[in-house]
């Protein structure tokens, strides 16, 4: 079976010599949401832009529904709505009447049903006679969906969707992304903010500094995301691991100054309390302890470091 | 490669294209209007009552041609850059540029919608004129043929100072500082043949002398240079403009990083 998208080997660097991507591969299945993550000027945006066709590739290939995206960029196409990261809306239209420009742009003959559907959808529908100008951030965040969906694409992109927008909107917006994704759209989106792609993806892709460093299926990497670290203070300095406290996974830092234990917050029990009963019982005496909770960041810094 | 178009994309961006003109129509038709109605006011009553014939046609009516040409290059310039440079300056070029439509067709739509307003925009200074002076049309058929190469020809140019633009003043510029004065040196309202040289010599290096001869010729049989070298003029010119374009989709140029 082919993949919704394929990506080999992808690479760019801009003009000024920036490289924004460095030899990325990534296989994104049928069907599924995909969550991209990364802090910003990660190359999230420059992923996306290179598969739709408005970023050229220094080098690797790209296939979209098996179809090269240079080679056989209208089959490719097609296939794709994209929603920017950036409220860029014709600010003079009406929703309407700027979806209509996209569906035709799509290759597809007028469908005003297809249309008032999506409008409706979105809860557009009262405000089809409004200029866009005229309409909120959030709502121009809807026009712009309306219009990646004026096509009826098999796959959509959803750069940052929730940049910006209320919680409301946000609601309703997963809500839409759930009913495509039933209706067997494939979805990628991107995000900083890991509590969407825990609530939405079904896999998810951290990418930093243009390198995709891991691509994992959602639970796995929340099972990371959830580490947490007791770090003991200790009151004099350990020069080896006492044997009493051998098999717990603790590890000695700063030196010998530092018993640390790292656990699973989302297991059934974090072993803590044995521990500290151990360590007291081994004579290891600590003057402080602290907890630690690797955040997103943490885990950027130790992929990148593990390459 | 398959021989394939997205015929439904131009006709989107040209039915678009259209619809800003209809938004727009006091700057798109009213106002070229009037101010080829003051033209002939100032040049038809007030010079042409002191110059009554050149080469044997009323100056009122001589004009004609030469005020028709001169709207139709500003505006085929203004709205074909106007059309495609606003999507690069707000953003919603991403739509076009991620939609599976050829250069082709995008040039289609665009450009196409802008010399269809222009040779509307033609026809209408032509009847405003007829209110002036009696115009009468020796080759009608000709004078058609001149009006829609000369405005796919600017529309193109218009397009491709559209995309090479970075500012509104640049924007500006082309119309104001080249194309105004070069139909105004290019014998809007007068012949070349009453130059004395060497600025007679000169103005064969305006490329708009050939536009606006040919033009003329097809109105009242008369011309500055000879209509076959007018027609071959407007379609090298035509042919320029479209390899400029063809040469920016290639290499992306101002459109892709």
């Not at chain 1, 006679?129 to 096509?151: E, F, Q, W, Y």
């Not at chain 1, 640390?260 to 297991?267: M, Q, R």
């Not at chain 2, 953003?91 to 439509?101: K, Q």
């Not at chain 2, 407007?234 to 063809?246: E, G």
């Amino acid at each position: 079976m082919t993949h919704a998208i394929a990506i080999s080997h992808l690479s760019k660097t801009y003009g000024s010599g920036f490289q924004a991507l460095k030899d990325v591969s990534l296989d994104i299945r049928h069907g599924e949401i995909f969550a991209l993550l990364g802090p910003n000027g990660a190359g999230k945006t420059t992923l996306i832009n290179v598969v739709c066709g408005i970023v050229i590739p220094s080098a690797g290939t790209v296939t979209v529904g098996g179809h090269d995206i240079v080679k056989d960029y209208r089959a490719a196409r097609s296939l794709i709505g994209l929603v920017p990261q950036e409220l860029t809306t014709d600010a003079f239209e009406t929703p309407p009447a700027t979806m209509r420009l996209s569906r035709g742009l799509f290759g597809k003959p007028a469908n005003p049903a297809v249309i008032e559907k999506v409008l409706k959808e979105l809860s557009l529908w009262d405000k089809r006679d409004s200029r866009i100008m005229t309409l909120s951030g959030g709502m121009k965040r809807r026009v712009l969906i309306a219009k990646a969906l004026a096509h009826e694409p098999q796959i959509l992109f959803l750069d940052e969707p929730s940049a910006g927008v209320d919680v409301a909107l946000r609601k309703d917006m997963w809500q839409l992304v759930r009913a495509l994704r039933a209706s067997g759209v494939t979805i990628i989106l991107t995000t900083h903010y890991i509590e969407e792609a825990e609530d939405m993806a079904d896999r998810v892709g951290v990418i930093n500094k243009g390198e995709l460093i891991v691509v994992e299926e959602k639970a796995e990497l929340m099972r990371k995301l959830g580490r947490k670290q007791l770090i003991l203070e200790l009151r004099e300095r350990l020069d080896a691991m006492p044997a009493a406290l051998a098999g717990h996974g603790l590890s000695l830092a700063a030196d010998g100054m530092q018993l640390v234990y790292t656990y699973d917050t989302k297991g059934e029990t974090t072993g803590i309390t044995t521990l500290l009963d151990q360590v007291r019982n081994a004579g290891v005496r600590f003057k402080d302890l602290q907890t630690r909770q690797s955040s997103l960041e943490d885990i950027f810094v130790g992929l990148v470091r593990q390459r | 490669m398959r021989l394939e178009m997205n015929l439904y994309g131009a006709r989107a961006i040209y039915m678009y294209e259209m619809a800003r003109t209809g938004r727009t129509l006091l700057q798109s038709i009213v106002s070229p209007v009037i101010s080829t109605s003051l033209y002939f006011v100032v040049f038809g009553a007030a010079i042409g009552s002191r110059i009554s014939y050149i080469e044997g046609v009323p100056y009122g009516a001589f004009i004609v041609p030469g005020l028709i040409m001169l709207m139709l290059l500003t505006q085929s310039v203004m709205n074909a850059s106007f059309g495609i440079y606003f999507p690069r300056f707000v953003g919603t070029i991403y739509e076009i540029l991620s939609a599976p439509v050829s250069a082709f067709e995008i040039v289609l739509g665009y450009v196409g919608a802008a010399a269809t307003k222009s040779i509307v925009l033609g026809l209408i200074i032509l009847a405003t004129s007829e209110l002036f002076v009696p115009v009468r049309i020796a080759h009608p058929a000709w004078m058609l043929t001149f009006l829609v190469l000369t405005a796919l020809s600017f529309s193109l140019l218009g397009f491709i100072l559209g995309l090479w633009a970075d500012g509104f003043e640049k924007l500006q510029i082309v119309p104001l500082l080249i194309i105004t004065p070069l139909t105004f040196l290019g014998g809007t309202f007068y012949s070349t043949s009453v130059l004395p040289q060497p600025w007679r010599t000169v103005t064969l290096f305006n490329p708009l002398v050939y536009l606006i001869s040919g033009f003329r010729w097809s109105f009242f049989n008369i011309a500055d240079v000879h209509v076959g070298i007018s027609l071959a003029m407007t379609l090298l010119f035509l042919a320029t403009c479209l390899a400029i374009v063809w040469w920016f989709f290639k290499t992306g140029y101002r459109l892709k990083n």
